[in-house]
Every structure is written in C-alpha cells, then in structure tokens.
C-alpha cells in the first residue's frame, strides 16, 4: 500500500492528525521554535507526561523520540524527538536526524498511528541545513515504507517558504 506524502506550510499545531511530531530538545520541558508552540498549544496534560517521562528514564537522548498525550491539540498524540544541533557535519547529525525519524516513526507504528505530521526537525535554531534536512526525513520515510502498513499519511509541515520549497522540490522528483 503506498502511503501518501503531503507537504503543507502551516502550524503544525494546528494540523489534524494521530500523531504530530515534536522537535524536542533533551529537557523535554518545552522551549523555543516549534516545541515551544506545541508545549503553549497543547496545555500541561503534555508537560506533565513528559515530566513522567524524565522521572521514568532522564532526559530524551539526541535521535530518540517519546511519545505522549495531545493534550488540547487536535492531534491525539505528540510524539517528541531529539534532533541534532548542526555541527558542521562533524558528529553524526545525519545519523542521529535519521534516527530521530527513526524512532517517530516506530513509535506511530506501536501506537497505531495512521496520520503523522512531522515538522522540519532540527532546523531552526539547531542550524540543520535545511535542503540536507529534508533529503533525510524524505529518504528516511520512503525507505521505511516497507514497514509502514498501519501508517497512511505523512504529513510534512513546513512553517516557512523555504522548508515549503525544498520539500515541494524533492517530492516532485
């Protein structure tokens, strides 16, 4: 079954989907840029799962992912992955930004996640060039696609022209 791959410039807090995917630091306890606005959006039902997260295992390690309630997002879930601060290349960003797609997408698929909404992980204030960011996250979900017979709908969400751009770009080819 082949999934459908959407790109939409929006707010990813405001997309109707299982699961949107959180560019979460380490802490887990909200920031800037797009946790920030997940964490403002979605209420304490969130910060509280993820408090119980920190007190369960620690902080979140760069390239893994948790999952927890929407709270009052239109998305019942929120899945929060760790992605790279760019490095110039020099300490695994791209393995570790695969990884963080990785796992979201592991987790959508133990929690029976048809619809998920990824945002452009790890390139705002991380400084992940964005056209290399968005080759992984594309590359990364077509070659899982094998695994993905619960999942239906992956949705890319770009918040600016560029990310939107690239994305459009890529697909087309």
């Given at each position: 079954?082949?999934i459908?791959?959407?790109?939409i410039?929006g707010?990813i807090t405001?997309?109707e989907?299982?699961?949107i995917?959180?560019?979460?630091?380490?802490?887990l306890?909200?920031g800037?840029?797009?946790?920030?606005?997940?964490?403002r959006?979605g209420g304490?039902?969130?910060l509280?799962?993820c408090?119980?997260?920190?007190n369960?295992?620690?902080?979140?390690?760069i390239g893994?992912?948790v999952i927890?309630?929407?709270?009052?997002?239109?998305?019942?879930?929120?899945i929060?992955a760790?992605?790279p601060?760019?490095s110039?290349?020099?300490?695994n960003?791209?393995?570790?930004?695969t990884?963080?797609?990785?796992?979201s997408?592991?987790?959508?698929?133990?929690?029976n996640i048809?619809?998920?909404?990824f945002?452009?992980?790890s390139?705002?204030i991380?400084?992940?060039?964005k056209?290399?960011?968005?080759?992984?996250a594309?590359?990364?979900?077509?070659s899982f696609e094998d695994?993905?017979?619960?999942i239906?709908e992956?949705i890319f969400v770009?918040?600016?022209?560029?990310?939107y751009t690239i994305?459009?770009?890529?697909?087309?080819?």
């Open positions: 079954m082949d459908i791959l959407t790109v410039k707010d405001k997309v989907a299982d699961a995917v959180n560019a979460a630091n380490t802490s306890l909200g800037s840029g797009v946790d920030g606005a997940i964490h959006a304490k039902d969130i509280e799962d408090q119980k997260i920190r369960k295992q620690g902080k979140c390690k893994e992912a927890t309630t929407g709270g009052n997002l239109p998305a019942k879930f929120v929060h760790v992605g601060v760019w110039n290349g020099t300490k960003e791209t393995e570790l930004l990884s963080a797609y990785t796992n997408l592991n987790l959508a698929i133990q929690n048809e619809t998920i909404a945002p452009n992980i390139t705002g991380y400084k992940f060039p056209k290399e960011a968005a080759i992984i594309i590359n990364t979900v077509n695994n993905l017979n619960i239906k992956i770009c918040y600016d022209d560029e990310n994305y459009n770009n890529i697909l087309k080819k």
